[in-house]
């Protein structure tokens, strides 16, 4: 990463680096990225990344990120569950098996290169 600052002694790629999950669904994946404050306090950032083509052939990675703190983590999961318990219930299925369905198809996908 270019031009990293040192701020009292925390180095802005260890603020990054505090803990990652990526999960692969299909054509997308999505990061879980524990990150931290100047002042040591941690946060969320959610990331969607997807693979794209341009007309030559080269591709890229189209990515969308949710920044999410502390204070909001309960609402936020309460609003999550509240709507994945809505899809189950109106769609007379469980999504364990939406997310099946929708992998398979994509299964010879590669992602490489991720991170920036």
């Not at 524990?34 to 990344?49: F, G, H, M, P």
């Not at 936020?76 to 994945?84: A, H, P, R, V, Y």
């Amino acid at each position: 990463m270019e031009g990293f600052e040192k701020n009292d002694g925390f180095e802005k790629n260890d603020r990054d680096e505090i803990f990652s999950k990526a999960i692969r669904a299909g054509k997308r994946t999505y990061f879980f990225d524990v990150k931290a404050t100047r002042k040591n306090d941690y946060y969320l950032t959610i990331t969607e990344s997807k693979k794209r083509f341009d007309q030559d052939g080269k591709y890229h990675f189209e990515k969308h990120k949710v920044f999410l703190y502390k204070e909001d983590f309960d609402k936020f999961i309460d609003g999550l569950q509240e709507t994945i318990d809505y899809i189950k219930k109106n769609k007379n299925c469980d999504v364990n098996e939406l997310v099946g369905e929708t992998t398979a198809e994509y299964t010879s996908v590669e992602f490489e290169d991720l991170h920036e």
